[in-house]
T-cell receptor, first 109, second 115 residues
Framework: EDQVTQSPEALRLQEGESSSLNCSYT??????LFWYRQDPGKGPEFLFT???AGEEKEKERLKATLTKKESFLHITAPKPEDSATYLC??????????FGIGTKLQVIP | KAGVTQTPRYLIKTRGQQVTLSCSPI?????VSWYQQTPGQGLQFLFE???????NKGNFPGRFSGRQFSNSRSEMNVSTLELGDSALYLC??????????????FGPGTRLLVL
């Protein structure tokens, strides 16, 4: 069974204080690893898809990286508007998507 | 391009009733998946439909069912509602098909409260 574990569960940063969120996974035949951002009461907003180890993608202050066992979401110089829950998910060989519980990020001005 | 839309956005039901939720995917997307999100369990996969056929199913009881129409719109139904069914129900779409784009895009969700 595919599994996704995200850490930490919650993270509090000062504005401008860079950090990383971790997503460890076990999957049979990785077809894609996904990062989403979710604001309270809203649907997840797509950020990145990574397909193979060594791949990296960037968008504004966010950078996602992938190894064979984990992915990191690096947040550089975060702003208060980056506060949200960040979700990691994998799609395995059986096409099902498995989500982690998420990391709740709070950025304090 | 319009995003994924879900109706209704909010719903209040009582135990024992049934409910039907609707999802319209992004134009051109043929795959629709449904998820249940609760504070304790996170996002749990319910099922995926592609070209009117259920392609995958999660570990939910038979009270949860779905269908997809020829225009790719999808509905999910929950019968004999229980208090524990209170959750945010999310629909996601992607192009689907062999070798298709794996990324799925989510709708805003339907918030269901069972009293």
């Amino acid at each position: 069974e595919d599994q996704v574990t995200q850490s930490p569960e919650a993270l509090r940063l000062q504005e401008g204080e860079s950090s990383s969120l971790n997503c460890s996974y076990t999957v049979s035949g990785l077809r894609g690893l996904f990062w989403y951002r979710q604001d309270p009461g809203k649907g997840p907003e797509f950020l990145f898809t990574l397909y193979s180890a060594g791949e990296e993608k960037e968008k504004e202050r966010l950078k996602a990286t992938l190894t064979k066992k984990e992915s990191f979401l690096h947040i550089t110089a975060p702003k208060p508007e980056d506060s949200a829950t960040y979700l990691c998910a994998v799609r395995g060989g059986y096409q099902k998507v498995t989500f982690g519980i998420g990391t709740k990020l709070q950025v304090i001005p | 391009k319009a995003g994924v839309t879900q109706t209704p956005r909010y719903l209040i039901k009582t135990r024992g009733q049934q409910v039907t939720l609707s999802c319209s995917p992004i134009s051109g997307h043929r795959s629709v998946s449904w998820y249940q999100q609760t504070p304790g369990q996170g996002l749990q996969f319910l099922f995926e439909y592609f070209s009117e056929t259920q392609r995958n199913k999660g570990n939910f009881p038979g009270r949860f069912s779905g269908r997809q129409f020829s225009n790719s719109r999808s509905e999910m139904n929950v019968s004999t509602l229980e208090l524990g069914d209170s959750a945010l129900y999310l629909c996601a779409s992607r192009p689907g098909g062999t070798g298709g784009e794996e990324t799925q895009y989510f709708g805003p969700g339907t918030r269901l409260l069972v009293l």
